[in-house]
């Protein structure tokens, strides 16, 4: 019912920066919030930023200050990743959490595919 697709993962140079961007679309109400996460082998999945329809945002502590999601638009969400480090080297996913409707009773919090991020020379 949700269907949500990453773009901007690539491989920079430490100390540089990527926006990556996440587009949700399908058969649903509305998004209650949207959410960046990163994983790395043999590790769980960590929260990296969210952000809820007022606009109120949580971040990591290890990304404070050099990473910042925004709500492009109701089903859009962008993160701008400033300072990468070689530790932020990473998949990082697209999360939404979808808002129940009667209209839409399918529709379910939903992950995307993920998008490479490397921070290496």
């Known amino acids: 019912q949700v269907h949500l697709v990453e773009s901007g993962g690539g491989l920079v140079q430490p100390g540089g920066s990527l926006r990556l961007s996440c587009v949700a679309s399908?058969?649903?109400?509305?998004?209650?919030?949207l959410a960046w996460f990163r994983q790395v082998p043999g590790k769980e999945r960590g929260l990296v930023a969210s952000i809820n329809n007022g606009g109120s945002t949580n971040y990591g502590d290890s990304v404070k200050g050099r990473f910042t999601i925004s709500r492009d638009s109701a089903n859009t969400v962008s993160l701008q990743m400033n300072n990468l480090k070689p530790e932020n080297t990473a998949v990082y996913y697209c999360?939404?959490?979808?808002?129940?409707?009667?209209?839409?009773?399918?529709?379910?919090?939903?992950w995307g595919q993920g998008t490479q991020v490397t921070g290496s020379s």
């Open positions: 999360y939404a959490e979808t808002l129940w409707d009667q209209s839409y009773p399918d529709a379910s919090n939903c």
């Open positions: 399908g058969n649903f109400f509305s998004i209650n919030s």
